[in-house]
């Protein structure tokens, strides 16, 4: 049933132009059931902005005055994957899938939005749920891993210069199942959202590593809600240059005794660039951990922030094990860094742990190097370096080494 | 060689600045190794450091030259070219680079700003491992992080090691003695002492004279309130030894 334009409007009260063009968006294709709550969701907050809880240093309303094509069509290379690597490309309204699939991996399309649970709590999600596949592709891309698939899967999200990108896709492991999951996320759009649900069954595993470029005219989400059974292994790897807003939430649930889950980033953030990790973990079995390290460097005029949280319920989720750890490099002087790790434990048998801090370089270790010839900018550049090395070091997919020089040619191009 | 005249420097900020060095002067000839001793607080690690160029110290007066270069006009990482080498009195701890790495960068980074070539991958293995056995430092030392996690007489001898793989013309050891037993120490200044030729000068600074039965100096020069106050052979190291530094001090003021 699709909702009228008038129902939309009351809870869209003082709409922005660029919400304004969205609601267009949205009332100008097929509109189904689904879709139409996904879109209420979104519109009940509209683009998220400071005033809304979980958005206060990251405002898309703000950042998005009007909905616009861009100049650039996108950031960089996608991720050098390993080979015989599929690839899934999402390109404003066109989306190209892989002709051929490895054992193991099957790939469903859908024309029609399936339901999103929980789109309350991730507006960007929400938006993405309801415009994602308007024009020729699919609404919903699955990718149903069946065993353990050999080669990676990667998805590449390169707006082309267009106003808008939006994807949608599930990965769902079956028991036992194994995948390396690579993002390289571009830009090359005014707003892109992502949204990609993954669910791993018990004793299945999910490897994703994902990275994002963009630039001073672009505002982009990508949010993952991820499931995981009993026994079921999840590790993230992202790494962020950032845009005029960047958000990399992930939402995540352990759902079966045993479950594991890494949870890494790191984000490098010249003037202008603004990143934001923002994650949601609920302990909701026994036993499950969590093991999360979060790394930033900003230099002047750039803004970090990091968001984390733990649930532990009662009953449910003793035995966790979680540790969280956000660590932020203020390279300049104008750097910005907002971190609200937050730990909710109603179980009374866990161990959660974490810790955070921000500051700058040591000077005296700084000093150290020059003292041994290294020049100042090589000095700086290696003890960053070295400094986030450990938050890449789970990347698969073998995406490692090339996330490694990114982050590298990053800080050396950096002139203090 | 190494010539200061008149060194004065102060420390903190303004207003609140000390007086460290107060009109030092010194001269270390290529080829001899000079012995600095003092009681604490004389300004032995201000000088070691306003000569090495870190943050923080204020240089008022007095010049300092190594091998005609005016030291005080100099970045670090400059002087560091010139072949100035500090050996740290408290080495600091650099997790997740590796010693390798991390010598392998300064020693290219020294040749790349005196217009020398870099140093072949497999030469520099070479000469870490027929050093480091020297040192009696592991291959596996080596490839952890510098300093992290290493003992107070293993980080002493990782300072000589880069010493000995960076070659400088100048070499300025603080207080290397301080917190090595008797055998990391004789290890430490045979390290030392390999690296004594005609083309190079040290400053072993030291509050003790047991380095020296080790590493027999040229001259020794009593720092006292920011000034040299006595020079001599080093039979002066052996009467500072007997009388103390009240005693010394007293005699020479």
Redesign the interface.
């Known amino acids: 049933m699709a909702p009228a334009r008038g129902a939309l409007s009351p809870t869209f009260p003082d709409a922005s132009p660029a919400e304004r063009a969205l609601a267009d968006r949205f009332m100008a294709g097929t509109v189904d059931g689904r879709r139409g709550r996904a879109f209420e969701a979104f519109a009940r907050t509209g683009l998220p902005h400071r005033r809304l809880e979980g958005w206060r240093w990251t405002d898309f309303r703000a950042a998005l005055a009007t909905l616009a094509p861009v100049t650039a069509t996108g950031h960089g290379q996608a991720l050098p994957v390993a080979d015989g690597a599929v690839t899934l490309r999402f390109s404003g309204e066109e989306i190209f899938l892989p002709d051929s699939l490895p054992d193991g991996l099957i790939l469903h399309t859908k024309a029609d939005a399936p339901a999103l649970a929980g789109a309350e709590e991730a507006p960007m999600a929400a938006l993405a749920a309801a415009l994602a596949g308007r024009g020729t592709g699919p609404d919903t891309v699955i990718l149903e891993v069946c065993g353990r698939v050999a080669e990676p899967v990667h998805i590449v999200c390169e707006g082309g210069g267009a106003e808008v990108n939006f994807a949608r896709i599930a990965v769902i492991v079956r028991p036992g199942g194994a995948l390396d999951l690579v993002e390289s996320h571009l830009g090359g759009a005014g707003l892109s959202s992502v949204l990609i649900e993954i669910d791993v069954a018990a004793s299945g595993q999910l490897r994703r590593t994902l990275s994002q470029r963009g630039d001073a005219h672009e505002a982009q989400a990508i949010t993952a809600l991820v499931h995981l059974d009993e026994g079921a292994s999840y590790i993230q790897t992202a790494l962020a240059f950032g845009a005029r807003v960047a958000r990399i939430e992930t939402r995540l649930v352990h759902r079966g005794t045993g479950s594991a889950a890494v949870l890494n980033g790191v984000y490098l953030c010249a003037g202008g660039q603004h990143v934001d990790f923002t994650s949601h973990v609920r302990h909701g079995a026994p036993a499950c951990t969590t093991r999360q390290v979060t790394k930033g460097a900003v230099l002047k005029g750039g803004r970090g922030v990091f968001q984390g949280k733990f649930l532990v319920p009662r009953d449910i989720g003793q035995h966790t094990d979680a540790d969280m750890q956000h660590q932020a490099l203020l390279l300049e002087q104008g750097a910005e860094v907002f971190a609200k790790p937050e730990l909710e434990i109603y179980a009374d048998d866990v161990e959660c742990a974490h810790g955070n801090t921000s500051g700058a370089l040591?000077?005296?270790?700084l000093?150290?190097?020059?003292?041994?010839?290294?020049?100042?900018t090589?000095?700086r550049a290696?003890?960053t370096?070295?400094?986030i090395?450990?938050a890449l070091a789970a990347a698969g997919g073998g995406t490692h080494e090339a996330l490694s020089a990114a982050a590298s040619r990053f800080l050396s191009g950096v002139s203090l | 060689m190494l010539k200061l005249t008149d060194l004065t420097a102060s420390v903190g900020e303004a207003g609140e600045a000390r007086t460290i060095l107060n009109g030092l002067s010194l001269e270390v000839p290529a080829g001899e190794v000079h012995a600095i001793m003092g009681p604490n607080g004389a300004g032995k690690s201000t000088l070691s450091y306003v000569l090495t160029g870190k943050a923080g110290y204020e240089v008022s007066g007095g010049s300092a030259w190594l091998d005609g270069h005016d030291l005080l006009a100099l970045d670090p990482e400059e002087r560091a070219a010139l072949g100035l080498f500090l050996s740290f009195q408290y080495p600091l701890e650099v997790p997740g680079v590796p010693v390798m790495t991390f010598v392998r960068a300064a020693m290219n980074a020294q040749r790349k700003a005196r217009g020398e070539a870099e140093i072949s991958a497999p030469d520099f293995i070479k000469m870490a491992r027929d050093i480091g056995k020297e040192l009696n430092l592991s291959a596996d030392m080596l490839k952890r992080p510098l300093n992290v996690g290493f003992s107070g007489g293993e980080k002493k001898r990782l300072e000589i090691f880069q010493m000995r793989m960076l070659e400088p013309r100048f070499a300025i050891l603080d207080e290397t003695d301080s917190g090595l037993d008797i055998d990391a120490l004789r290890i430490v200044a045979e390290g030392v002492n390999a690296l004594r030729s005609p083309e190079r000068g040290m400053l072993v600074i030291t509050h003790y004279q047991r380095l020296l039965d080790y590493i027999v100096p040229d001259k020794v020069h009593v720092l006292s309130h920011g000034r040299v106050i006595l020079t001599g052979g080093p039979e002066l190291a052996l009467r500072l030894e007997k009388e103390g530094y009240d005693g010394i001090e007293g005699a020479a003021a």
């Open positions: 040591d000077p005296d270790m000093f150290y190097l020059r003292q041994r010839g290294i020049p100042l090589e000095a290696m003890l370096q070295a400094f090395a450990e």
